[in-house]
């Protein structure tokens, strides 16, 4: 099993080994090499304590020098170099109280997660795989080394992670591993929100995020998002396919990872899509539809799902750009465009030039879950707003106030006194360029503000 090495991981491995210490590429590089991906980063273990490491290699960085790692620096790229270790008593299911350095490879690789994770490879020595776990990569398979309770006991972030590492490799969890999450899911209430939030998000940028049905089924759901235990308990009727919320939501992103995602390339506007999509019908867990007030009912929808999304997100710790930009999706997921231009600067103004394309995959989504008696009347209005957006883009026209052709300067310099009354003029001015796009010149707008306002 050959495993062609980057030529700078390469150099510092062959550095260690010629001052006599050992040194592997190890962990996810390894998997990833294996299984024909391109690894995100390569980490690097040693026989050599972090002090030996910084006397070979001229420039270093203590990253985590406690922890026995060290930041190797060729040129502008850093190269991650642990000590090989013995971890200590875990004292709150996720960190050792301290560590012992070993100079024995395969106790180090016993101390980690997954089989798969605790392989070590170098040019000289070749695939270093004392725990099957390239039997696992063949077989598909996520399986602890050692005792999966006493890993999920050490470490319960490593929980959460087994089922993100089956979402990223389409990967079954082995009976022995899966049963011990079960037992173990409780022991997540002691991990960090913002360590909860990134193997989430992780799982929900996979090709498979549907797999968070295993986090379900398995109760680890009940303490990180125990919303989607509500949405699979909720009940659809028509014009919906599938029987309940959350395996409707499942349908929709699905639809998005396979048809709409492959054209956005920004990981953070791929989170903000997949979050959006998770949570927008969530508030169906609490507002029940009422037939003869389905527009009260509607706004009802919308408002309590903002309000659940954004309590969702900041209790995950998310950036306040995440928050505002899923919050006013989920809004605004159900919103009706109308059939004329003036309906489309309408809801532009409302929604925001930023949020309306984005607004129309939420929708080409939504729909695609409903069934085919209204999805071909639905498509056909979605696709006619997006028409008509695009048309008022490219030609242009005001949809708000910074487009408008005056601001308040020009009306404070044409004697209008300044103010909040000023604001109150550019509204009316600017609905006025809703209605007649044709009206947003300077010169008109100012003799409309003398004349008759």
């Known amino acids: 099993m050959i495993i062609t090495l980057p030529e700078k991981v390469n150099y510092i491995i062959e550095e260690l080994m010629s001052h006599g210490f050992e040194g592997y590429a190890v962990g996810g590089c390894v998997r990833d090499s294996l299984l024909g991906r391109i690894p995100g980063d390569w980490d690097i273990t040693t026989s050599a304590n972090p002090y030996e490491v910084k006397q070979i290699f001229p420039r270093t960085i203590d990253t985590g020098i406690k922890h026995g790692t060290v930041t190797v620096m060729l040129g502008k790229e850093g190269f991650e170099v642990t000590t090989y270790r013995l971890d200590g008593e875990y004292e709150d299911n996720r960190h050792p109280k301290q560590v012992e350095y070993t100079k024995n490879l395969v106790e180090d690789l016993k101390r980690r997660d997954f089989t798969i994770n605790a392989m070590a490879y170098n040019a000289k020595d070749g695939l270093v795989d004392e725990f099957d776990g390239l039997k696992d990569l063949q077989e598909n398979r996520i399986r602890c080394v050692g005792s999966?309770?006493?890993?999920?006991?050490?470490?319960?972030?490593?929980?959460?992670?087994?089922?993100?590492?089956?979402?990223?490799?389409?990967?079954?969890?082995?009976?022995?591993?899966?049963?011990?999450?079960?037992?173990?899911?409780?022991?997540?209430?002691?991990?960090?929100?913002?360590?909860?939030?990134?193997?989430?998000?992780?799982?929900?940028?996979?090709?498979?995020?549907?797999?968070?049905?295993?986090?379900?089924?398995?109760?680890?759901?009940?303490?990180i998002l125990p919303e989607f235990d509500q949405m699979l308990v909720t009940s659809l009727q028509s014009p919906y396919q599938q029987p309940n919320v959350a395996e409707y939501t499942l349908e929709v992103l699905r639809y998005f990872v396979e048809k709409l995602s492959k054209n956005i390339e920004d990981k953070k506007q791929q989170l903000i899509y997949r979050w959006a999509i998770l949570l927008h019908d969530v508030a169906k867990t609490e507002v029940k539809a009422a037939d003869s007030h389905m527009k009260k009912h509607t706004m009802e929808l919308n408002d309590k799902g903002a309000i659940m999304a954004k309590t969702i997100l900041r209790r995950l710790k998310f950036d306040n750009e995440t928050i505002e930009s899923v919050t006013k999706l989920v809004s605004y997921h159900n919103f009706r465009f109308g059939s004329?231009?003036?309906?489309?600067?309408?809801?532009?103004?409302?929604?925001?030039?930023?949020?309306?394309?984005?607004?129309?995959?939420?929708?080409?989504?939504?729909?695609?879950?409903?069934?085919?008696?209204?999805?071909?009347?639905?498509?056909?209005?979605?696709?006619?707003?997006?028409?008509?957006?695009?048309?008022?883009?490219?030609?242009?026209?005001?949809?708000?106030?910074?487009?408008?052709?005056?601001?308040?300067?020009?009306?404070?310099?044409?004697?209008?006194?300044?103010?909040?009354?000023?604001?109150?003029?550019?509204?009316?001015?600017?609905?006025?360029?809703?209605?007649?796009?044709?009206?947003?010149?300077?010169?008109?707008?100012?003799?409309i503000a003398k004349n008759q306002l």
């Open 148 to 223: 999966a309770d006493q890993r999920f006991e050490e470490d319960a972030l490593r929980i959460l992670r087994a089922v993100r590492f089956s979402a990223q490799l389409n990967f079954t969890i082995e009976e022995e591993t899966l049963a011990a999450i079960r037992i173990k899911a409780l022991n997540l209430r002691n991990i960090s929100a913002e360590r909860i939030r990134e193997e989430l998000n992780k799982l929900l940028l996979s090709n498979h995020p549907e797999k968070i049905m295993i986090a379900y089924e398995t109760g680890l759901t009940k303490v």
């Open 340 to 447: 004329s231009k003036e309906d489309i600067r309408r809801a532009t103004n409302l929604i925001g030039e930023k949020y309306m394309p984005m607004l129309f995959v939420i929708r080409e989504c939504a729909i695609e879950g409903m069934n085919s008696k209204v999805k071909e009347e639905m498509v056909k209005i979605l696709n006619q707003a997006k028409k008509l957006y695009y048309e008022i883009i490219e030609d242009g026209e005001c949809v708000s106030l910074k487009m408008l052709a005056v601001n308040g300067k020009d009306l404070i310099e044409q004697g209008f006194e300044s103010g909040k009354n000023i604001g109150l003029l550019l509204q009316q001015l600017l609905e006025m360029v809703i209605v007649d796009p044709t009206l947003n010149t300077k010169e008109q707008l100012l003799r």
